[in-house]
């Protein structure tokens, strides 16, 4: 009898593919092995293999595969399972799934472009012919297909041949050429090389007797290089040392001190394993760990609700330091890839070279070694640190599951499909490995709480800050009242402004919160009262004034910045609003003294951008950092005495039901970032309504009555987590058919679930790159069948597309959209 196999191809079909395979293949295969296969007139795509049979496809002849491109499962079978979960759940086809699940040097085919990697010398004599012939051609032509690759060797099979050229670092993907992420660099120094020996040192310190400073720092580092092996930060040097940066500049110009510099994340760790114990818990830290414990006991999911810097990390670390101890392997998930450059150096220095670190940003040798080392449940990979993406990694005992900032909406992937959230996929992920979970954050999604409150999750709170630091002491200013005064030095209130003064002074740092990018959003004709637009977006074009442009936030479209208003000509232009770029400005301005950084979308672009600032902050290289959102997000500053919110209210104003939740997390956040070592930190909120709810609740840190509120309000309107709502986008370049064809689809839904379908509506940009958009928005009882709502959902579609116009309309699903 003849043997198949199903693949699930790396592309958005409704269904896995048939292949036939030979007695001998079908007698290696297993699920989750890759295969190459033809697909189409003469595409090649590497699959993944779902399952082993004898029923050939019915409507279709099952064609040969070309080859196998693994000797055992790369992916197991609880990743399908989870996977099959995911493209369920979030109505996408296990093929999205898989192109998002599996690092992209595994998925070759034939569409892939590939490149030389000149970072290496290739040892030619190493290569097998073929590989060589590979190898020659990159050097005549910069880029090749696969396709291209395939008849430059005359083979159909080309797919292992780049494997083995990848795994040898020959070749590059054309997708991984970018440089967006880069871990964070410490400086470190060391005594310069001539000066290593005993006779010399003891030479140098007599050269040094007319410097006693000099001498301290040189003394200093021999005695700290004599009580342990782990490379010397600059900054404990100086601590140690008891001197200045400036002394060590020097000596380091001499060629006395060697400094050199060390990524702090990378996947090798090389400083000793983890050979300091982890801190003893206060008895705050101690309650919440015994609660966490008693939750995990009764196998709940565990919700950890614990104030800015109360030691949340500490108490991970102790769960962490069970479950390794058990052999068992543990995820670590945040919201945001930066944030992973300050947590890594604390956990390394309890786990060490246990930790591997995994995000799609991470260079793909790295992450292919990553996948390698959790799929064998390497020791060198217990702990995987990670953003969204970590959650596919091939674990097989996997026996804890944190996931820190759960309130994050950047947990949530927005676009291309699966649009998970990541948070919720990692819980069931949890459940099929019969994993403790624990969420952290102090400020939970409302979600979250109200699974605490109906008795679904577990509960743990740690209510102080750690070593009984206060909570910074909040103030709300109102600055209608200043303007109309002209009190405002720019925008900043006469308060914000002497204690921005009074800071500085005390040798504190600072940071500014603006909750936008861009020196000033708009540009306004003061003539006519024209604001130019993106031509491809229905937006207003932004005002960058450090490339003197103005920029779409949507599609990058950019032009210079026009000295006369485009549509009547006058020269009479100004500014509207305000964002991070002339906040700089000012404080600048204000402040000639103190050295002034922005972190933002436009300053963290470039190469070590988002790591440079951060770390120049840490060490105190900058007084005042100006930021957007990202400067709120779990950072742990120390000497950060006054957070400043240069206007709360452009926050506030959001058209979203989840508006005023975000607020409050974004706004707790912030403030927490001030005053996290001894002294008291405060917190200046600029605002035109300083009686809004919110903004009470943010200042007297009342969690419950926002929760409360907030309950109410979903509860009135039927939002999650009352409801569950679905989101269907439709978008298409002909307005008039989107029109159509969105009502269509509404009209059709309504027959089906009456009142709980909202819309068609344009989103606040309606169109974007040159497509029309239009969302509707289901809202499905808690109470009815999801999977039900979703295979109604699917059969309307079904009908949709048999009508002709539509076809070419997009429909794209958001499940749980936030
Ligand atoms: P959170 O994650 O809750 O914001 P962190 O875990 O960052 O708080 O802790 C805040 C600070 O307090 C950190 O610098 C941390 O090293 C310190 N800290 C927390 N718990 C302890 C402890 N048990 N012993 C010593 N230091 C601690
Ligand atoms: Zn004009
Ligand atoms: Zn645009």
């Known amino acids: 009898m003849a043997n198949f196999i199903n693949v699930i191809l790396p592309i958005p079909l409704e269904k896995s593919f048939t292949y036939s395979v030979t007695e001998e293949e079908a007698a290696l295969l297993k699920p989750g092995m890759r295969v190459a296969v033809p697909f189409g007139k003469s595409k090649i795509y590497t699959g993944v293999v779902q399952s082993v049979h004898k029923n050939p496809p ?45 690092p992209s040097a595994f998925l070759l085919e034939s569409e892939t472009l590939v490149l030389r990697n000149t970072e290496y010398e290739i040892d030619e004599n190493e290569l097998l012919d073929d ?113 200045s940066k400036a002394v060590i500049k020097s000596l380091v110009d001499k060629g006395i001190l060697e400094e050199y510099f060390i990524k702090t994340d990378r996947v090798n760790y090389d400083g000793e394993p983890d050979n300091s114990d982890t801190k003893n818990l206060n008895e705050y830290q101690e309650t919440a760990l015994l609660d966490i414990k008693a939750s995990f006991a009764a196998n709940k ?169 206060l909570m910074p002491e909040m103030e709300l200013v109102d600055i209608k009242e200043a303007s109309r005064k002209r009190k405002m030095k720019g925008h900043f209130s006469e308060r914000l402004f002497m204690e921005m003064e009074e800071t500085l002074k005390e040798g504190a740092q600072i940071i500014l919160f603006q909750n936008r990018r861009g020196f000033a959003p708009l540009m306004e004709c003061l003539t006519c009262g024209h604001t130019p637009q993106c031509p491809n977006c229905d937006v207003s074009l932004t005002y960058h004034q450090y490339r003197n442009q103005l920029r779409c936030h949507y599609c990058g479209h950019h032009t210079a910045l026009p000295e006369i208003c485009f549509a009547c000509g006058s020269p009479d232009l100004d500014t509207k609003g305000f964002g991070t770029e002339q906040i700089e400005k000012e404080v600048s301005a204000l402040f000639p003294e103190a050295k002034v950084g922005r972190m933002d979308l436009d300053t963290t672009r470039g190469k070590h951008g988002y790591e440079k600032i951060i770390t120049a902050f840490e060490q105190h290289e900058l007084d005042i950092l100006v930021g957007t959102q990202m400067i709120t997000k779990g950072l742990d500053f120390r000497n950060v005495n006054l957070v400043g919110v240069m206007n709360a209210d452009s926050l506030l104003n959001f058209p979203d039901y989840r508006a005023h939740e975000r607020t409050y997390q974004l706004l707790t956040q912030v403030s927490g970032r001030a005053g996290r070592t001894k002294k008291r930190g405060r917190v200046i909120i600029q605002t035109y309504n300083p009686y809004h709810q919110i903004l009470k609740q943010v200042t007297t840190s009342d969690y419950e009555g926002m929760y409360t509120e907030q309950l109410y309000e979903r509860e009135q309107f039927k939002y999650p987590p009352v409801n569950r709502i679905i989101k269907v986008t439709f978008k298409h370049k002909n307005y008039n058919v989107l029109n159509e064809a969105a009502d269509w689809f509404a009209g059709a839904l309504r027959t089906n679930f009456g009142g709980t379908v909202l819309g068609p509506e344009y989103p606040p940009v309606a169109r974007i790159r040159n497509q029309y958009l239009k969302h509707i928005v289901i809202k499905v009882q ?25 076809r070419s309309v997009r429909v794209i699903y958001n499940v749980d959209h936030i």
């Open 782 to 806: 808690k109470a009815h069948s999801l999977a039900q709502t979703k295979a109604n959902i699917r059969r309307i579609e079904k009908s949709f597309k048999a009508v002709a116009m539509y």
């Open 58 to 102: 019915e409507v279709y002849e099952a064609k040969e595969i070309h080859e196998l491109l693994d000797e055992y499962p790369i992916v197991n079978e609880t990743q399908l399972k989870h996977w099959e979960w995911i493209a369920s759940y979030y109505m996408c086809t296990l093929g999205e799934v898989v192109r998002s699940a599996l």
């Open 131 to 243: 590989e060589f012939l590979v190898f020659e051609a990159l050097q005549h032509q910069s880029i090749l297909k696969v396709q291209e690759v395939s008849s430059i060797i005359d083979r159909k099979n080309v797919l292992p041949i780049l494997q083995r050229l990848l795994e040898k670092k020959v070749i590059v993907l054309k997708e991984e050429v970018y440089d967006q992420y880069k871990p964070k660099l410490v400086r470190y120094v060391k005594l310069g090389a001539e000066h290593t020996s005993d006779e010399k040192l003891e030479e140098l310190l007599n050269s040094l007797t007319r410097a006693p400073k000099q001498s301290q720092v040189v003394l200093s580092l021999f005695q700290l290089q004599g009580k342990s092996q782990n490379p010397i930060k600059v900054s404990e040097l100086e601590k140690s040392s008891n001197s």
């Open 301 to 469: 999911v565990t919700l950890l609700k614990g104030v800015t810097s109360s030691g949340k990390t500490e108490v991970y670390v102790k769960l962490i330091e069970e479950c390794l101890e058990k052999g068992l392997q543990a995820l670590y998930l945040l919201p945001e890839i930066a944030l992973t450059t300050q947590l890594i150096g604390r956990l390394q220095e309890y786990f060490g070279e246990k930790i591997a670190i995994y995000h799609s940003k991470y260079n793909v040798q790295e992450r292919v070694e990553v996948w390698q080392n959790v799929l064998q449940a390497k020791p060198k990979a217990q702990l995987v640190i990670g953003a969204r993406s970590a959650m596919y990694l091939p674990f097989s005992k996997l026996g804890l599951v944190i996931v820190d900032e759960e309130h994050e909406s950047s947990f949530k992937q927005f676009d291309p499909a699966p649009r998970y959230h990541a948070r919720d996929a990692a819980i069931v992920l949890g459940h099929l490995h019969k994993a403790n979970i624990l969420l952290g954050s102090a400020t939970p999604s409302v979600e979250s709480y109200y699974n605490v409150q109906t008795g679904k999750y577990g509960y743990a709170e740690i209510t102080r800050r750690y070593g009984n630091v």
